[in-house]
């Protein structure tokens, strides 16, 4: 049972244009959303993160939307370039035990064409 | 620089050889975690720990130990590794467990043949 889905594999789009990721989860006792973006031959690297008692965060180019009653976020991407072709996960954490469980989406890949 | 290193980065064995992934921070996190990258099914967790001494079993702990003697190690062991765990293996650490970014190691490529 997937809790947290990406169910677009891959996106490409222009440079200069906006990229929109999005992410659904089922768990309604997440109460933190992250997205990490993940360059071939690398780890993950944190991009940008919201607590559910926000429904917007923006950090440069990137914004993350939370939409807790369609329990959707979404990554925007503004303008893309093409140094942000990579694969990007959305993950969610829940309280477990003393800390928090974070659960990944399989990763969407997005293209970037010049 | 702050950074967790895993070693090592590409590994084929045989079934049933024992073996260990190592991993390291040096961040001075409580926080780490072993994960697995598998196509269509994205990073699960296999374990993880809260600090020296704490550790738990994450998603997918079946076939896989870990220890955590020090606060900045926390290696993977595969005791009887079998062709199932082929796999993209990386180790993150984070200072507020599942609050805030987690740092991840580079990846440890294994095949098991």
């Known amino acids: 049972d997937q809790q947290v889905k990406q169910n677009s594999p891959s996106l490409s789009v222009q440079e200069g244009r906006i990229s929109i990721l999005n992410c659904d989860y089922t768990?309604?006792?997440?109460?933190?959303f992250l997205w990490y973006k993940k360059y071939p031959a690398e780890g993950p690297t944190f991009l940008i993160s919201?607590?559910?008692?926000?429904d917007k965060n923006e950090d440069g180019r990137f914004t993350v939307f939370l939409n807790k009653s369609a329990k959707h976020l979404s990554l925007h991407i503004v303008p893309s370039q093409p140094g942000d072709s990579a694969v990007y996960f959305c993950?969610?954490?829940?309280?477990?035990?003393?800390?928090?469980?974070?659960?990944f989406g399989i990763g969407t890949k997005l293209q970037v064409i010049p | 620089e702050a950074q967790v290193t895993q070693n090592p980065r590409y590994l084929i064995t045989v079934t049933g050889k024992k073996l260990t992934v190592t991993c390291s921070q040096n961040?001075?996190?409580?926080?780490m975690s072993w994960y697995r990258q598998d196509p269509g099914l994205g990073l699960r967790q296999i374990y993880y720990?809260?600090?020296?001494?704490?550790?738990d079993k994450g998603d997918v702990p079946e076939g896989y130990k870990v220890s955590r003697k020090e606060k900045r190690n926390f290696p993977l062991i595969l005791e009887s590794p079998s062709p199932n765990q082929t796999s993209l293996y990386f180790c993150?650490?984070?200072?507020?467990?599942?609050?805030?970014?987690?740092?991840f190691g580079p990846g440890t490529r294994l095949t098991v043949t």
């Open positions: 993150a650490s984070s200072l507020r467990g599942g609050f805030g970014e987690q740092y």
């Open positions: 768990n309604s006792m997440f109460d933190y």
């Open positions: 919201i607590s559910s008692i926000k």
């Open positions: 993950a969610a954490s829940a309280p477990a035990g003393g800390y928090q469980k974070v659960t």
């Open positions: 961040m001075n996190h409580e926080y």
């Open positions: 720990s809260m600090n020296v001494e704490v550790t």
